[in-house]
């Protein structure tokens, strides 16, 4: 069974940061890529960052480019995302997700996704 749980969700000041964590059990982390995407109160869900299964790329949505860094440990079995420089603007729910293929901005065409963990940026 494929299990995607994430943590390190939170409130934090504009300006702050967060380490958001996936943890994948039931799928060959080392042979999926991986990607995180956010869900605003009212709106579409969207790409935030997706990385290769070698770790080798990377991509970011323009809105989060130079402020987030996705990072993997297939080791561990787990995919990060680093998100400095925080915005009210980010405030949402935030997915990990897996696909088989390659990664796409298209959040229909994932595999598999965890339950989300909210973060919420505000003085």
């Known amino acids: 069974q494929v299990q995607l749980v994430e943590s390190g969700g939170g409130l934090v000041q504009p300006g702050g940061s967060l380490r958001l964590s996936c943890a994948v059990t039931g799928v060959i982390l080392s042979t999926s890529h991986m990607g995180w995407f956010r869900q605003a109160p009212g709106k579409e869900r969207e790409f935030v960052a997706g990385i290769s299964w070698r770790g080798s790329s990377t991509y970011y949505a323009d809105s989060v480019k130079g402020r987030f860094t996705i990072s993997r440990d297939n080791a561990k079995s787990t995919v990060y995302v680093q998100m400095n420089s925080l915005k009210p603007e980010d405030t949402a729910v935030y997915y990990c997700?897996?696909?088989?293929?390659?990664?796409?901005?298209?959040?229909?065409?994932?595999?598999?996704w965890g339950q989300g963990t909210q973060v919420t940026v505000s003085s």
């Open positions: 997700a897996a696909r088989r293929t390659r990664v796409v901005e298209s959040p229909t065409s994932w595999d598999y």
